[in-house]
């Protein structure tokens, strides 16, 4: 069971937290894009979580977008890996949160990754509303923090303030000098009300859950797929934006000096070469083959069985950034209809 806090303001919360520790939030750019920002020391603006999910997610922070694993000099192995100092990321969304635990396991041997995550501190928050184009309840997700994913969440409650909810040990201690008074037992049941909003506003998403049904059934037809692999540019956009993709290739250099740097990168399995072998056989060789490898990464079975989630959380990303229109929504209306 969850205990809930009353909490006058996420400020003071936010300024507490930062005793000891970098915090990051989401933050505005000025030019309609939001980014995860260091705040300075005594940062006082209101706490504002965007409208709908930013292209950037909590994802490069803990896999990083390239960084070295090791060096070699000809002779011995040096490991690289980083040096962290303890964080809070500040108001992250139940969809971005679900994604993390979807990279948990992913990289649950990693020690590059789990150092960034064992020193972090999650602080969610509830939508209370859906965000456009999100569609989080139609792949078994939610609008509300799941209590396994994050160490506090913030919740606006329907008094006018603020309900801090506390998931795990290490939020108890975070916020053990607060002394927060209890919340009003009606918590439970305003977060009952905030999911049936959300599916409310989402709706049914019919094109969503019978393209899903279609991937599992293996029952589209392979000219289908190439038709929706013309209107692939091979852009990477949206395993970029993807929060739960983790693909990734090696890349070596020479340093100055003559040892060898070896780093991995974020690649997509959308590009030509990402399948192909030494013997250059390409196993995905057409641009429909690897959109349908994608879509069954997202939403096949196996992978589903594999992570207790679909690979996809709803947030939309991908409908927001692909030129070829062919996001989550786009896709899954085409292989859905008749």
């Known amino acids: 069971m969850l205990a809930a806090h009353k909490l006058d303001s996420p400020e003071r919360l936010r300024a507490h937290l930062a005793q000891g520790r970098e ?67 500040f108001g992250v969304s139940a969809c971005d ?59 606006r409650n329907g008094h006018g303030g603020w309900t801090l909810l506390v998931a795990s040990q290490a939020g108890a201690e975070a916020i053990a000098a607060l002394a927060l008074p209890q919340a009003p037992e009606d918590w439970t049941a305003e977060r009952d009300a905030d999911l049936a909003q959300v599916r409310a506003e989402q709706g049914a998403q019919a094109e969503i859950t019978a393209g899903i049904a279609a991937i599992q059934a293996a029952s589209v037809e392979p000219e289908r797929w190439e038709a929706l692999g013309l209107r692939c ?22 340093e100055e000096g003559g040892a060898l740097l070896h780093e991995r990168v974020w690649d997509s399995c959308l590009y030509t070469g990402f399948q192909k072998e030494a013997s250059s056989h390409n196993p995905a060789a057409t641009a429909g083959q690897r959109v349908q490898r994608f879509w069954y990464h997202k939403f096949g079975t196996a992978f589903a069985e594999r992570f207790g989630a679909y690979g996809c959380v709803g947030c939309g990303r991908c409908d927001v950034v692909c030129p070829g229109s062919i996001g989550a929504h786009g896709v899954m209306t085409r292989i859905s209809r008749p």
């Not at 915090?23 to 706490?47: I, K, S, T, Y």
């Not at 509303?129 to 506090?152: K, R």
């Not at 852009?235 to 929060?243: D, E, L, N, Q």
Request: negative net charge; aromatic residues 10%.
């Open 233 to 254: 540019l091979g852009c990477s956009g949206c395993t970029s934006v993807c929060p739960t993709c983790s693909c990734y290739a090696p890349l070596e250099q020479r």
């Open 97 to 155: 949160l679900r994604a993390l635990a979807y990279q948990d396991q992913f990289f649950a041997q990693d020690e590059h990754y789990q150092r960034r995550r064992r020193q972090t501190l999650l602080v969610g928050y509830d939508c209370g509303h859906s965000c456009a184009g999100g569609f989080c309840t139609a792949v078994g997700g939610s609008p509300l923090v799941n209590q396994t994913q994050a160490d506090l969440i913030l919740r």
């Open 23 to 89: 915090v990051q939030e989401m933050r505005a750019d000025g030019q309609g894009g939001w980014h995860w920002q260091n705040l300075a020391a005594g940062d006082g603006l209101p706490f504002e979580p965007p409208p709908r999910p930013p292209l950037t997610s909590a994802k490069p922070l803990f896999f990083a977008e390239r960084e070295a694993l090791f060096r070699f000099d000809g002779g011995t192995f040096y490991g690289c890996l980083p040096e962290i100092e303890p964080k809070v990321l």
